[in-house]
């Protein structure tokens, strides 16, 4: 049955959005065309290895560039690289990954990585594919034939394994049979399109290569840029505390998209919403604050019941951005024998509550008017004012420690 496609140029204006390299570029309207005459839809490919992954939203903006095809009409296909998670990906590594995964964990991440990626794909309509069913029948024989179509040459234009060589550090023979078999994949399911970041370049364009080879239509390459971190400079990533994870709850994204640099907010909202770019240039010619906010709503209803995102934002209004009080306040319990007089001086007072680490840095926070009694939020002024210490007294320190004294 073929499919009744949108134009060429609606197409086009919405899968170029947000994509840093289409390569090579002059072809994607010719097999937007291809398709749309003969009704025929693209097949779009999009490989994960299975290593045990917290979607965050750095992964899902090659995911919602499948989402767009599908939308269009195209074909997702999805590559679960249960054989090649067993070598390791060395895109962007300096060293060999020493850590080997058993068939076991790749099969639990798979599961689990896919749950996830239904939040952004339609796995309903997208082929789901292991490449173990593959790599898993060939012989010998077969895997040499598949090596003598690369060269060493070939491998080394890679920039990690070309940075390593420079150095002299190891390039293990394992490693190398990564990118041959990440661009086997593409013949094996014919891909037009495979999806990914600029790092993945090699492989896409030995794909191409593999599949002219088999006479085969080669595909395009689109290759999204990187989503820089909440600390404004790294690639997202957890090991780096500076992602949002798209299973987190909706108030926890939102205290981190009010994290946010400013400066980032035009590329969030190019990469991770469907915000026409003209509307979020008025958004950003506005209060940044307000503009973080829909941000942070329109992303968190993406991956959580609609309205969680304003809930989300009035909650922060309330407990954050407003003055009110948060709706969970911890309490710490304070011995009375530790206590002089019934009082402390304010800057031990911090510490005792585990508010604060150190003397010093109690004696910081309160000259920077950080620390804060009660719910009218009396702003403690010397550090070593006495405080009379009572049962249910509410302690500040700045806007995200707070406690509800206990005394015992």
């Not at 400013?262 to 506005?286: C, H, N, P, W």
């Not at 320190?397 to 406690?403: D, R, T, V, Y």
Request: aromatic share 6%; hydrophobic share 40%; net charge negative.
């Amino acid at each position: 049955m073929s499919i009744s496609f949108p134009s060429v140029d609606e197409q086009l204006s919405i899968l170029r959005r947000g994509v840093e390299k289409i390569v090579p570029e002059e072809e994607l309207a010719k097999k937007l065309q291809h398709s749309r005459d003969t009704g025929v839809p693209l097949r779009v490919k999009y490989g994960i290895d299975p290593t045990g992954i917290d979607v965050h939203l750095g992964h899902t903006v090659p995911l919602r560039k499948i989402r767009q095809f599908q939308e269009l009409g195209h074909q997702a296909v999805i590559i679960i690289g249960n054989a090649t998670a067993m070598v390791g990906d060395p895109s962007g590594r300096d060293e060999a990954r020493s850590k080997r995964l058993t068939e076991e964990q790749v099969e639990a991440n798979a599961k689990d990585y896919l749950a996830q990626v239904g939040k952004v794909v339609d796995m309903s309509k997208a082929e789901v594919h292991r490449n173990g069913d593959w790599f898993g029948k060939m012989g010998l024989t077969e895997i040499l034939g598949l090596c003598g179509r690369v060269t060493v040459a070939q491998l080394l234009t890679r920039d990690d394994f070309a940075k390593r060589y420079k150095e002299e550090k190891p390039i293990f023979l394992h490693e190398c049979m990564y990118p041959v078999m990440q661009a086997w994949d593409s013949v094996e399911i014919t891909s037009d399109v495979e999806l990914g970041g600029t790092e993945q370049l090699y492989s896409f364009m030995l794909a191409r290569d593999l599949q002219a080879q088999e006479g085969l239509n080669t595909q395009i390459g689109m290759m999204s840029p990187i989503l820089v971190g909440l600390d404004g400079v790294k690639r997202m990533g957890k090991s780096l505390g500076n992602y949002i994870g798209i299973s987190e709850a909706p108030y926890e994204m939102m205290k981190k998209f009010m994290q946010l640099p400013d400066g980032l907010m035009k590329m969030y909202f190019e990469l991770l919403t469907d915000v026409s770019l003209d509307d979020v240039e008025k958004l950003l010619a506005g209060h940044p604050k307000e503009a973080k906010m829909t941000l942070a709503k329109i992303v968190i209803d993406q991956y959580h019941d609609q309205q969680q995102g304003v809930e989300a934002a009035e909650r922060w209004q309330n407990e954050i951005g407003g003055g009110g009080l948060p709706a969970d306040i911890p309490e710490v319990v304070l011995a009375a024998s530790e206590l002089e007089d019934g009082s402390l001086p304010a800057f031990l007072l911090l510490v005792k509550l585990n508010l604060q680490t150190s003397n010093g840095e109690s004696r910081r926070l309160i000259s920077q008017g950080g620390a804060k009694l009660g719910e009218e939020k009396t702003v403690i002024t010397d550090a070593n004012q006495k405080i009379a210490v009572e049962d249910g007294m509410l302690v500040w320190a700045g806007k995200k420690k707070f406690c509800r004294v206990k005394l015992a």
